[in-house]
């Protein structure tokens, strides 16, 4: 599903990581580690087709990636929500549906389905007409994660889904998410600096903590 | 001056129906105000740019007092002067931490231009005061044509613009990644907001735009977290300050802003208690059947 050989980034003169060669084949979960500032996010968004490698190659679902595609969910490095948004959980997650889409929104009964759908799937039903600026830390992060997997995509990226969560929660999410693999043999790219909760469903490992050398490591 | 002499000149009704038909041009161009104004704030709530509005139109009133000397078009001087100033906030403050100072730098130059232009005016007083402080009955139909168009500029980018502007506003990088053009859309929308801003100057003056253009979206967004019911809201509220305003101030000599703020203002408080009610009777209420187990 993803394929990276020989890829590596710098920003100007500083390179984050290079000769970084990785398969991740469907239904595999990957857990990334490294230290602040290693470039775990900016690998996400090589994925993403937000960035370019400085040298090397990538594919994600055998083409080069590219922005907007349904194939690839992305649950972004945890953010609060701007204050004032008149938003609910359910449009959060519409929005990981057609909200690139132009023109004003639009009543769908297909959409509000499917959005019903994904949120029952994580758990986040109850407060789906809570506005978002009053969800919780972790409520928010479930609403993010139903948003990423209403496109039912085939690789799920997620940048540090775990931050700022409680153990309960962080073991929740963690669980919905691997599930999500086994039940729909979705890639996982999972980005975290929470090691205990996350390595038991780990496929593989790659560390980016040394930032200069770094490899895929088989776990 | 007594008391009932003050409420006289802010209240005065003889001759309601004569004077009604001179400001129907004013009572379309507030209607249509009123949609603008309601539905650009609600952009304006979520991307946290009321101080953005003020700088704008600060530089939308040098435009202004410029056309004013220069005896063309009073219009398209405030237009381009909020053009210029969107403009620039647009690309100096792309970075919301740089926005601030960026506008803060912008808006007492704007001004002082404006006060060099209006000091070196020897024309009516009349029409000096009325860039700052709006005015009616300055609507004559070339005018509202003007203004008609500039609006439905802005109501049709904004209805194309209003879903994929939401997911920028709402998160910029999830946005970016399902291919929304983030950076451009939101260049685009300050150029439609220096629109926005140009055709509420016209009516309520450079210094309140933002009763306008901010307290409507402000008071709806207390009441509703609905995306398509709190822009309807928005949009109410503001026609009403606007036509209300008008509607009120027809009879006197006083300039129409203080009434379209003081209408606005109290709308704003109605709505921040009905809020306020909401909250308390547990707008965050989790729905019964499903109580997390
Ligand atoms: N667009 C950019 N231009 C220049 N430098 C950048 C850019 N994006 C990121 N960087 C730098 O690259 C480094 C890696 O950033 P990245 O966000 O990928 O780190 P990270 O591993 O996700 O860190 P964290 O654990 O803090 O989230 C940082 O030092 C950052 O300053
Ligand atoms: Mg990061």
């Known amino acids: 599903m993803i394929a990276l050989h020989d890829a590596a980034l710098s920003y100007g003169e500083r390179t984050l990581w290079r000769g970084l060669t990785l398969h991740v084949a469907a239904g595999e979960f990957l857990v990334v580690l490294g230290s602040n ?13 937000l960035q370019r490698l400085s040298a090397g190659t990538v594919t994600v679902n055998g083409r080069r990636p590219r922005r907007g595609s349904d194939l690839v969910g992305y649950v972004p490095q945890h953010k609060s929500v701007p204050p004032h948004t008149p938003l609910r959980a359910r449009d959060l997650v ?11 929104w639009r009543p769908q009964g297909e959409t509000r389905r499917r959005v019903e759908d994904v949120l029952g799937d994580v758990g986040a039903a109850q407060f789906a007409d809570v506005p978002v600026e009053l969800l919780s830390g972790g409520e928010l992060q479930r609403v993010r994660i139903a948003q990423a997997l209403a496109t039912d995509p085939r690789i799920l990226l997620c940048d540090e889904p775990l931050a700022s969560l409680d153990a309960e929660h962080q073991q929740t999410v963690t669980e919905l998410i691997a599930r999500r693999r086994r039940t729909h043999n979705t890639a996982i790219v999972f980005v975290t600096h929470e090691t205990a909760n996350v390595l038991p469903h780990a496929d593989r490992v790659l560390d980016l903590a040394a930032p200069h050398d770094s490899a895929a490591l088989p776990a | 001056m007594n008391l009932h002499e003050i409420w006289g000149e802010i209240f005065n009704f003889a001759d309601y129906g004569a004077l009604l038909s001179l400001v129907r041009n004013s009572l379309i161009a ?10 650009a704030g609600t952009f304006v709530i979520m991307r946290d740019l009321p101080f953005a509005v003020h700088g704008i139109s600060e530089l939308s009133f040098a435009g202004a007092a410029a056309a004013l000397l220069l005896g063309t078009s009073v219009a ?10 969107a403009g620039l906030i647009g690309v100096l403050g792309a970075k919301a931490r740089d926005r601030g100072s960026v506008i803060g730098v912008l808006m007492p130059f704007g001004l002082g231009l404006g006060v060099l232009f209006l000091a070196l005016y020897k024309g009516r007083a009349a029409n000096k005061f009325g860039i700052l402080t709006g005015q009616i009955v300055a609507v004559d139909t070339p005018r509202l044509s003007w203004l008609l168009a ?4 802005v109501l049709v980018c904004l209805a194309v613009m209003w879903r994929p502007l939401s997911f920028a506003s709402l998160d910029p990088d999830v946005a970016a990644a ?35 253009i901010c307290t409507p979206a402000a008071a709806a967004v207390r009441v509703t977290a609905s995306p398509v019911l709190m822009p309807l809201l928005s949009a109410s509220l503001a026609t009403v300050s606007v036509v209300g305003g008008i509607l009120l101030s027809i009879g006197s000599s006083i300039p129409i802003s203080p009434y379209v703020t003081t209408i606005s203002f109290l709308l704003y408080g109605v709505c921040r ?14 729905r019964p059947d499903t109580v997390p187990t």
């Not at chain 2, 451009?184 to 907001?193: D, G, Q, R």
């Open chain 1, 37 to 49: 500032g290693s470039g775990k996010t900016s690998l996400l968004k090589v994925l993403l087709g």
């Open chain 2, 76 to 85: 398209g001087g405030s237009i381009a002067g909020a053009l210029v100033a």
């Open chain 1, 94 to 104: 519409r929005m990981g549906i057609d909200g690139h889409r132009w023109g004003p």
């Open chain 2, 150 to 153: 500039t609006s439905a500029v």
């Open chain 2, 178 to 212: 399902r291919g929304v053009p983030v950076r451009a859309l939101s260049a685009v929308f300050m150029l439609v907001l220096g629109l926005a801003v140009a055709v509420s100057v016209q009516i309520v003056g450079a210094l309140l735009v933002l009763a306008l």
């Open chain 2, 30 to 39: 507030g209607a249509v105000l009123g949609l603008v104004g309601g539905l």
């Open chain 2, 273 to 286: 208690a009905a809020g306020a009610v909401r909250t308390r009777r547990g707008w965050t209420a989790r």
